[in-house]
């Protein structure tokens, strides 16, 4: 069974700060990692994509990855309220299924 | 918006049901995934298809089953619906070649409730 753990939150952190969320997974053959942003009553949109060890930047998001540890993280850099969401983790095993898995997910919350 | 639509919106069904969710897939794309969403959850795989083929499935019963057309747009059907059914199905589209990365694109979702 490929698990993606996350920590199901809430995450509360001030506007302007950095907001961390992470993910653990079971599958050590891992290839692709996503991270998906979901409104409430919305669907998820995918906001990083990571294949590679160490960190992926895009704008204020930054994704880390470590496969050797079987962890991938999100850093929102300038927390802003609308930033409020959960944060979807999925990660896509090894096997060529090209079918992720997902987390639970986390909640952040910021608030001004 | 990712060009992945689905219809409908919201549906309302009673127990022993059935139920037929469609999906049209961005430009360019080749494969569709179904999920089911539960309150609280993160998206639960229920199968994928591939150039019409199923490529994939997760632990759902045979009473949920689908179809992928030509085109790459896609059926999920739902038969003897039940309580625990009630969830927001979510399609996502994406393309699946060895050059690509296969991200997942999501559908605004179809929101089932059964009463």
């Known amino acids: 069974q490929k698990e993606v753990e996350q920590n199901s939150g809430p995450l509360s952190v001030p506007e302007g700060a950095i907001a961390s969320l992470n993910c653990t997974y079971s599958d050590r053959g891992s290839q692709s990692f996503f991270w998906y942003r979901q409104y409430s009553g919305k669907s998820p949109e995918l906001i990083m994509s990571i294949y590679s060890n160490g960190d992926k930047e895009d704008g204020r998001f930054t994704a880390q990855l470590n496969k050797a540890s079987q962890y991938v993280s999100l850093l929102i850099r300038d927390s802003q309220p609308s930033d409020s969401a959960t944060y979807l983790c999925a990660v896509v095993a090894s096997g060529g299924s090209y079918i992720p898995t997902f987390g639970r997910g986390t909640s952040l919350i910021v608030h001004p | ?115």
């Open chain 2, 1 to 115: 918006e990712t060009g992945v639509t689905q219809s409908p919106t919201h549906l309302i069904k009673t127990r022993g049901q059935q139920v037929t969710l469609r999906c049209s897939s961005q430009s360019g794309h080749n494969t569709v995934s179904w999920y089911q969403q539960a309150l609280g959850q993160g998206p639960q795989f229920i199968f994928q298809y591939y150039r019409e083929e199923e490529n994939g499935r997760g632990n759902f019963p045979p009473r949920f089953s689908g179809l992928q057309f030509p085109n790459y747009s896609s059926e999920l059907n739902v038969n003897a619906l039940e309580l625990d059914d009630s969830a927001l199905y979510l399609c996502a589209s994406s393309r699946t070649d060895r050059d690509s990365y296969n991200e997942q694109f999501f559908g605004p979702g179809t929101r089932l409730t059964v009463l």
